[in-house]
Every structure is written in structure tokens, then in C-alpha cells.
């Protein structure tokens, strides 16, 4: 039986050697590509080339030396502003002081600052060029030329009486511009009427009126029945332009604390305009016109 056995057990291990051998020799053989199938080549991107090689006629550059450190950079907004110089300022030119009369004879250079009184006169031709009608409500006897101002004068007239009608105040101008040839007549008149020192109380001789300067108005108000008397200075009227004709350029001219020295009796009526700033001077200061004057121009 042994001997039987063995000669069974030696072909089983011949068999399992030939199998294991057979097995091997397949998967080689399984694993080799095909001679006749192309070969794919990887593709390598820009961002994935080396970097160039220098050329025979290029140099390799040789290693830089290390530069020095650059100081780090400033926050900009923590660098101090660099702040401009100033203008030189030019020393300014000292203008010399305007005459206020000329010989008697108003300086014209002064424009709406122009001083008429009975010492200082306007040429007898004078008419100012600049003459325009004044868009206010006027008294049926002022008619023509004497509803006219000069343009600057006008406009300001115009919001006076605009701002003082919104106030509920009741105003109207009675006379503005006069030429030298109608103060003669109405002066004149009232020579004939009161004599003249009396006349010379309350009215111009020809040449000195401010009426002729284009820059004056008389107003006045149903309350008085639109005449020109002292009484509009107790009226409601009479405080208002009182209180707000400087706002708008215009002073009171005539003041009865100043009668002395205008030569004029009180006002109430008159306005005369030298411009708002200089009107508010004036209000504040509580001079007369001329007095104004002569402190503005020393």
C-alpha cells in the first residue's frame, strides 16, 4: 500500500507545478502593451515650464548680491501732511482819502455816498444816467421823472416797500427824483408862501437837494393822509421805517437831535440811500450823514 501511495502522490505534485507555471507565463504576457498602439505624452502647462536655459550668446546672470533693506514703507496715512505755504500777501495800497467837496461842489466820484447839503452843491446839469422808474405804489401828484431812483436806489425802494406791505404797513412814496429846474419852482413857492429863512427849514435851494441825486424818497402813509409831517414819527408807519429802513440801504437823514447841524428841521419822511452796510453803520453809530462821512474818510 505505501508503494501505491507514493506513486499517487507524485504526479499530484507534478501537476501543481505545471499549473503554477502555465499561470505566471499568462499574466506576463496579459501585462505587455500592444507594439502597435500609439503612446500617449503628458502635456505640460505654461505655469508648469522650467525656466529658459541661456542661449550660447546669453550670459548667465551672475547670483546678485543681497541688497540692502529697504525701509518699510510709511502708512500713508500716518505721513505727515505737508502743508502749504502761504500766500505772500501783497502790502495793500493805501487809497487816498476822497475830498467830500470839491470847491463847494459835490465830489460825483463817491457814488451813493455822494454829501449834498446847503454848504455842498450839484452842478446845475446834473442828472444821474442810471435813472429808472421805481415799481412801488406812488401818490397820484408824483408823477414822471419823480417816481424815478437811481437803479441801485429802485431796487432796494422796491423791497422795502414789499417786505413792509407783508408787515401790514401801509407806505407810499410822495416824491423821488427832481431836477435842478423843478427844486427851482417848488423852492420858489414856498419862499412866496413862508419867506425864506422859513423855506430854508424845510426845502433846498436849487443845486442842494438830495432829491437830485436820485438816491432820496419821500414816503409817507394814509395815516397821515399821506402829507409830509412830523406826525408819521408816532404812527405805526413812521417806527417801522424807523426801525427797518437801514435794513434795506436807506437812512432817516434828517434826525431831530441833529437839526443843528443838517441845517434841516426833522424828517420822518426823507430817505436817503447810501448802501446797506454803510446805512447800518450809520444806524448803529447814530450820527448824522455828514459827520459819517468825515470819520469814514480820514
Known amino acids: 500500500m505505501k508503494k501505491g501511495e507514493d506513486r499517487m502522490r507524485k504526479p499530484s505534485m507534478l501537476m501543481v507545478c505545471c499549473a503554477l507555471t502555465l499561470t505566471l507565463v499568462g499574466c506576463t504576457t496579459s501585462e505587455q502593451a500592444d507594439p502597435n498602439e500609439p503612446i500617449e505624452q503628458p502635456t505640460v502647462s505654461d505655469t508648469e515650464k522650467p525656466a529658459e536655459t541661456p542661449t550660447d550668446n546669453e550670459t548667465a546672470p551672475a547670483e546678485p548680491a543681497p541688497e540692502a533693506e529697504e525701509p518699510a514703507e ?16 501783497e502790502e495793500p495800497v493805501a487809497e487816498p482819502s476822497q475830498p467830500i467837496e470839491l470847491n463847494g461842489q459835490a465830489n460825483l466820484e463817491l457814488d451813493a455816498l455822494v454829501l449834498v447839503n446847503k454848504q455842498i452843491a450839484l452842478p446845475s446839469d446834473y442828472q444821474p444816467a442810471d435813472l429808472v422808474p421805481a415799481n412801488i405804489d406812488f401818490v397820484d401828484s408824483a408823477t414822471g421823472e419823480r417816481r424815478m431812483l437811481r437803479k441801485e436806489a429802485a431796487r432796494a425802494i422796491e423791497s422795502l416797500m414789499k417786505d413792509a406791505k407783508a408787515a401790514g404797513i401801509d407806505l407810499k412814496g410822495t416824491s423821488a427824483f427832481r431836477t435842478y429846474a423843478y427844486q427851482v419852482q417848488l423852492f420858489n413857492a414856498y419862499v412866496a408862501r413862508d419867506g425864506k429863512e422859513q423855506a430854508m427849514k424845510y426845502s433846498a435851494p436849487p443845486g442842494h437837494s438830495e432829491h437830485q441825486t436820485g438816491l432820496a424818497i419821500d414816503v409817507s402813509s394814509a395815516s397821515v393822509g399821506y402829507q409830509l409831517t412830523q406826525e408819521l414819527e408816532q404812527t405805526t ?7 427797518n429802513a437801514h435794513k434795506y440801504g436807506f437812512i432817516v437823514r434828517y434826525q431831530r437831535a441833529y437839526e443843528a447841524e443838517t441845517g434841516y428841521m426833522y424828517e420822518p419822511w426823507h430817505l436817503r440811500y447810501i448802501g446797506v452796510d454803510h446805512a447800518m453803520n450809520v444806524h448803529k453809530t447814530n450820527v448824522p450823514f455828514e459827520r459819517y462821512l468825515e470819520q469814514l474818510m480820514d
Open 74 to 89: 510709511t502708512d500713508k496715512d500716518e505721513q505727515p501732511a505737508t502743508e502749504p505755504e502761504p500766500p505772500v500777501e
Open 237 to 243: 408807519e413812521g417806527k417801522w421805517l424807523a426801525d
